[in-house]
């Protein structure tokens, strides 16, 4: 890990190899909702967020007029509703981040919640933070507990549903015309409770200020090759409801940046259905991705690969072995020629031609993979890094050009770490510290 050592500390604590006190640029904002307004100024009619309504359509993406209208809408009647929590369940969606900038705007901290916990974990949930209302997804409905008596906002079509829930179409207030003017933040407020699973016993709630938001969004942009705007584009598919996506999808809307979502296959409850499909249409210039999409891109160009025979297939075994060697010599696998002949053809094949840089997180990433990703897309570096949901999903991350195999980088600069020494145990639990950073 690169770092700069603290002196006289025991145990040795690493901080970020960059001078000390870097400082936060001039450009950031408090809040998302702050440089959300912002760029509303500024761009009006740049687009914003997006979906993909069928298979043989093109994304269509609202502007941030058109999201900041709606918005304003929704906080006019969150405002109504009694109590400073709001539990969101859903999937991928602008309604996802429409809800959070409603919720920046009246004061409300947002509660993700996420089928996969169990009904007995989101009851748990449910009843310690005692919501305003619940917004969920129609198809979602069966999770929550059914003596639940605040309003829920649905999305979805509620035809056919049956139940004693107090429910409300949220297209119902995010359309009407009773809007209300949006209040920004205090930085020590709380923007966001994001429970974890845990290992023993209920879900344990991470509380997240927007001041945490801050300090990890500028840190980690400070690893970044060019600074992000209006004509970035990120696919967001991940689950929201984990800090890792948020964060990613909070810094797109701070510069200005549009998201494009991933479609719901409700049929298959399973939201991979359509993730190289819109991958496809999307072309983002960020991708960030869970080890398990970059082996699934591993393992079908490996079956197409495969299947070539002949002369081609010893093209490509030359070309893999070429790259394989400049990544190991020059930490570089580019090769013009073979480039040209196979890669940038695959490159623009999976929707990442015009990416500018892989981020991957949430579980470790194979050195096998890492090393084929890297040789099959010309140009474009994985940044791997390292975080929990207690330190708002950044601790470590590679830097832009040093990246390599089996490597989380330097500590970010609002992070502190060292190896804990307890009960005389060398090298032993990861401990992190930041002024920023609470230890709710």
């Known amino acids: 890990m690169d770092s700069r050592i603290i002196p006289n500390t025991s145990p040795t604590v690493h901080r970020t ?5 870097v400082p936060i640029p001039p450009e950031s904002f408090d809040s998302t909702l ?22 043989t359509s093109p994304y ?22 009694k109590g400073d ?3 969101i369940l859903l999937g991928n969606g602008p309604e996802f981040h429409i809800t959070s ?5 009246t004061h409300k901290t947002l509660v993700p919640l996420y089928p996969t916990l169990g009904p007995s974990s989101i009851t748990h949930i449910i ?33 056919g549903i049956t139940s004693n829930f107090n429910l409300i179409p949220l297209t119902r207030l995010t359309s009407t015309t009773s809007s209300t003017p949006l209040s920004l933040p205090n930085p020590n407020s709380t923007h966001t409770i994001c429970y974890t699973s845990g290992t023993t016993g209920n879900p344990k709630g991470c509380i997240i200020t927007y001041l945490n938001i801050k300090s990890v969004l500028t840190s980690m942009l400070s690893h970044l090759p060019l600074p992000l705007g209006p004509s970035d584009v990120h696919f967001s598919y991940l689950p929201l409801a984990h800090v890792f996506e948020r964060i990613v999808c909070e810094g797109v809307l701070s510069c200005g940046g549009r998201i494009g979502y ?33 082996e699934k891109i591993k393992n079908g160009v490996e079956n197409k690969f495969g299947n070539v025979k002949g002369f081609m297939k010893r093209v490509i075994n030359r070309a893999m072995n070429v790259k394989g060697l400049n990544l190991e010599k020059y930490g570089n696998p580019d090769s013009g020629l073979y480039d040209k002949l196979i890669f940038n053809k695959i490159k623009i094949g999976v929707g990442l031609d015009k990416c500018k840089v892989i981020i991957s997180g949430s579980a470790p990433l194979l050195p096998s993979t890492y090393k084929f ?26 830097k832009f050009g040093r990246g390599r195999e089996g490597v989380v980088g330097s500590v970010i600069p609002c992070c502190e770490v060292r190896l804990s020494t307890r009960d005389g145990f060398k090298g032993g639990e990861i401990e992190v510290r930041s002024r920023e950073e609470r230890s709710d």
Do not use: W
Not at 139 to 149: A, F, G, V
């Open 34 to 55: 702050e440089s959300f307004l912002h760029h509303v100024t500024l761009f009006p009619d740049a687009p914003c967020l997006g979906t993909r309504p069928t298979s």
């Open 127 to 159: 009843n310690e933070t005692s919501p305003a209302c619940v917004i969920s997804s129609t198809y979602l409905l069966q999770h929550l507990p059914l003596n639940l008596t605040c309003p829920i906002l649905t999305v979805g079509s509620t035809a």
């Open 101 to 105: 900038l409603a919720c920046q705007g």
């Open 60 to 81: 269509v993406y609202e502007t941030y007029t058109q999201i900041k209208k709606q918005v304003e809408n929704l906080a006019g009647s969150l405002g109504g509703y």
């Open 262 to 294: 991933v479609r719901f296959n409700c049929d298959a409850k399973v939201q991979g259905s359509y993730l190289m499909e819109d991958l496809r249409e999307c072309r983002p210039t960020i991708f960030t991705a869970a080890p398990r999409v970059l």
């Open 373 to 398: 990703i890297r040789i099959l897309l010309p140009g474009l570096e994985i940044l791997e890094g390292y975080g929990l949901t207690e330190s708002t999903g950044g601790v470590s991350v590679t």
């Open 85 to 87: 929590n709001v539990c």
């Open 17 to 21: 190899p960059l001078p000390p006190d």
